[in-house]
């Protein structure tokens, strides 16, 4: 649970982002403007993402998931699945 504590600012943004993701989805044909943003919002879920798996990853090998950063765009983009 405490872990889960730690982790709640990181899992909130990343509620808030998947809310505004799916009210520009919603929203059907985007302006320039709109695709933009959405664009954006996906590049920030998939940073936000990353933060959550390194700290969990840190605190999995006993170390401070508080230095685990967010990766830039090139990074988090570029993973293969």
Do not use: F, S, T
């Amino acid at each position: 649970m405490e872990n889960q504590v730690e982790d709640q600012p990181v899992l909130n943004h990343i509620q808030h982002l998947v809310a505004e993701e799916h009210r520009l989805y919603g929203e059907g044909a985007l302006p320039q403007a709109g695709r933009k943003r959405l664009a954006q919002v996906q590049v920030e879920l998939d940073q936000c993402w990353d933060l959550l798996r390194q700290r969990r990853a840190l605190r999995d090998v006993g170390l401070d998931p508080d230095e685990a950063e967010v990766r830039p765009p090139q990074v988090v983009e570029n993973y293969e699945q």
